[in-house]
């Protein structure tokens, strides 16, 4: 399968820790995207990679979010003393860097959910 | 700020019925990008269509066909011989391109049910 990999799939976590997730774009894609998405909501962005570079990050994305994408390959994002309004479900996209409005492919999403 | 409105919650159809559903959008911009995302139960994002805003020439994928009317920013999708794996949530969204960084806005959605 050479789709977008998201990991993991579920994680459930007490209000206060820290949690990261972990976003395998598909190999040759060059950009790379964050979206959080809650129960009956479209998506929202939340922050977006051209290579290694972070281009554009959403005000939604607060002081406690945080993402990397070293070597412009995989790339992470990490929400410190996670709230229970962090529960969503964390979608990676990625896409080619061939022109414009190139469709973004999606992974299958981290549920995360803060008790 | 360029929004997406999906004024349909809900819809539901017989199988083998054409459904059409309404997006509009809001931006001062030109030249921009409108798809059409599909989410089944799996919640996996599925791209269904997508059009240039410069073309006027309606995007097609088999059954699925858009009524794009730029000047009044409306961008809704037609669903052809509608089939049982039709049923999922569609998700209209607009991309714009701001100093080489590309943003996909999402509408709310449209949960689609084909009944048998």
């Known amino acids: 399968d050479t789709g977008v990999s998201q990991d993991p799939r579920h994680k459930i976590t007490k209000r206060g820790q820290n949690v990261t997730f972990r976003c395998d774009p598909i190999?040759?894609?060059?950009?790379l995207y964050w979206y959080r998405q809650t129960l009956g909501q479209g998506p929202e962005f939340l922050t977006y990679?051209?290579?290694?570079?972070?281009?554009?990050k959403s005000r939604l994305l607060s002081d406690r979010f945080s993402a990397e994408r070293p070597k412009g390959s995989f790339s992470t994002l990490e929400i410190q003393r996670t709230e229970q309004g962090d529960s969503a479900m964390y979608l990676c996209?990625?896409?080619?860097?061939?022109?414009?409005?190139?469709?973004?492919?999606f992974g299958s999403g981290t549920q995360l959910s803060v008790l | 700020a360029q929004t997406v409105t999906q004024s349909q919650p809900e819809m539901s159809v017989q199988e083998a019925e054409t459904v059409t559903l309404s997006c509009t959008y809001d931006?001062?911009?030109?030249?921009?990008?409108l798809f059409w995302y599909k989410q089944p139960p799996s919640r996996q994002m599925i791209l269904v269509i997508r059009?240039?805003?410069?073309?006027?020439q309606n995007a097609t994928e088999n059954r699925f066909s858009v009524n794009f009317q730029k000047a009044a920013k409306s961008f809704s999708l037609k669903i052809s011989d509608s089939q049982l794996g039709d049923t999922a949530m569609y998700f209209c969204?607009?991309?714009?391109?701001?100093?080489?960084?590309?943003?996909?806005?999402f509408g709310q959605g449209t949960r689609l049910t084909i009944n048998p």
């Open positions: 190999s040759e894609h060059n950009r």
């Open positions: 969204a607009f991309m714009m391109i701001i100093q080489g960084a590309q943003k996909l806005v």
């Open positions: 059009q240039e805003a410069y073309k006027q």
């Open positions: 931006t001062s911009e030109n030249n921009y990008y």
């Open positions: 996209a990625s896409s080619p860097a061939r022109g414009k409005g190139e469709k973004l492919f």
């Open positions: 990679f051209q290579n290694e570079a972070q281009l554009e």
